[in-house]
């Protein structure tokens, strides 16, 4: 069998051919400062929208630091499209933190809230956040828009 030695620009070509070929999976995480010491306020987040056949996961994301201490969350979602519908609803979440180690001070929580959403207009999308009672030690709360490719 015969060695074959590739260049190092050959093989950084080959990598990169390959990466665009996998088609990395993109994630657009919008987020907004909450009050950490009592989050009562609604967050909203605004998602520009310029491709209308992808579908995407939704995921609630908050941003805690060590005051938090829920399981659930209680939210208010509402949506509002380019074209001004608006879809509210009431919803109770799991929110347990993972902590990656005992001296981390701040972590997310992702909690799957839509699967294979389809935003059907192009602009902006705005979504309103609204905890249903209040919560200590959420830092910043908003939306990971996930592409499914």
């Keep these: 069998?015969?060695?074959?030695?590739?260049?190092?620009?050959?093989?950084?070509?080959?990598?990169?051919?390959?990466?665009?070929?996998?088609?990395?999976?993109?994630?657009?995480?919008?987020?907004?400062?909450?009050?950490?010491?009592?989050?009562?306020?609604?967050?909203?987040?605004?998602?520009?929208?310029?491709?209308?056949?992808?579908?995407?996961?939704?995921s609630v994301t908050l941003h805690v630091n060590r005051l938090y201490d829920s399981k659930e969350i209680a939210l208010e979602i509402s949506t509002m499209t380019p074209d001004s519908l608006r879809h509210t609803e009431q919803v109770v979440m799991p929110a347990v933190a993972d902590w990656p180690s005992e001296i981390a001070t701040t972590?997310?929580?992702?909690?799957?809230?839509?699967?294979d959403v389809r935003f059907r207009c192009n602009g902006e999308y705005v979504v309103r956040i609204t905890p249903r009672k209040e919560v200590v030690g959420v830092e910043a709360a908003g939306i990971n828009f996930q592409s499914k490719r």
């Design 1 to 58: 069998m015969r060695n074959i030695r590739l260049h190092p620009i050959a093989a950084a070509a080959i990598a990169i051919l390959l990466m665009v070929q996998c088609r990395v999976v993109e994630n657009t995480v919008v987020m907004e400062d909450v009050d950490v010491r009592s989050w009562t306020d609604t967050a909203t987040v605004k998602y520009i929208n310029d491709d209308t056949t992808t579908l995407r996961n939704l």
């Design 107 to 115: 972590t997310d929580i992702e909690i799957p809230y839509r699967e």
